[in-house]
């Protein structure tokens, strides 16, 4: 039996309207006929109905454009397949009660910006006290024991300090991406987990801009978070990893996309 397709257009003022907004820069002063290559540009890539909605100088010799046009193109939804993430999310209160009744211990965590990456606000979100967007870090629950390492940790001090602590998952935040520089880094990681032993012993979270969690299974890790995570969706899933480890738990009772 053929499964029912469903088709899917871009929504703008109406339904299947195909109206899309987009943004880019060109390498060329703000003028009239900047715009006019900029409506051009979108015309090449098979827009019809371009209107540029918005033009402004980005710096020496560059342009800023904002446009709207029509993309006459559809997609099928029911043909998408993709690993997602499924968590059954507790509240603070009752996943710590399920720590202390389940695991009877706390959870331990260690995170890091590697590599040559300097951001930390990623990784301080989640594990710093105060979280952020009225989420609470995992500093703050009293059964996790939360290290926060900071920027710039090589691949092999992270994995090195994630063994002295007997860490239950180790989160690898990767912030910058030019070049795909964060898949590079995170590669090394895996290279180093995996000779260090942590591979498949400790949970592997990579997170960051541009990371999902079908990246983060590509590249080895166990689990991806991108942008929109709250610290209590790594704590949830954290935990339940440790009770599917430990037996007190069925594997795959609240994820689905994990790893055979």
């Not at 871009?10 to 299947?16: E, F, K, P």
């Not at 996790?144 to 920027?151: E, K, P, V």
């Not at 890790?221 to 990893?241: E, L, M």
Request: with cysteine.
């Amino acid at each position: 039996m053929t499964a029912q397709r469903q088709l899917l257009r871009a929504y703008g003022d109406r339904r299947d309207d195909g109206i899309i907004q987009l943004s880019f820069t060109l390498p060329v002063p703000l003028s009239e006929k900047a715009k006019e290559a900029a409506s051009r540009f979108c015309a090449a890539l098979g827009l019809t109905d371009v209107k540029v909605a918005a033009a402004e100088r980005a710096a020496d010799e560059y342009t800023f454009f904002i446009v709207y046009a029509r993309a006459n193109v559809s997609i099928d939804y029911a043909a998408i397949s993709t690993p997602e993430l499924v968590i059954k999310k507790l509240g603070f209160d009752e996943l710590n009660a399920l720590i202390e009744e389940k695991i009877a211990r706390r959870v331990v965590v260690v995170g890091a910006c590697t590599g040559t990456d300097t951001h930390t606000v990623g990784i301080d979100a989640i594990l710093n006290m105060k979280g952020f967007s009225g989420d609470y870090g995992l500093e703050r629950y009293p059964w996790f024991d939360a290290h926060n390492l900071g920027s710039q940790v090589p691949n092999v001090e992270l994995v090195r300090i994630a063994k002295e602590k007997k860490a239950d998952a180790v989160l690898v935040s990767q912030v910058v991406t030019q070049r795909d520089v964060h898949k590079d880094n995170s590669r090394q990681f895996i290279e180093e987990a995996t000779k260090g032993g942590l591979k498949g012993q400790v949970a592997l979270l990579l997170g960051g801009p541009r990371v999902d969690h079908a990246l983060a299974l590509e590249l080895g890790f166990d689990a991806g978070f991108g942008p929109g995570t709250k610290p209590s969706d790594v704590a949830n899933y954290v935990v339940h990893r440790v009770l599917q480890k430990i037996g007190k738990e069925a594997r795959g009772a609240h994820f689905e996309g994990e790893p055979s």
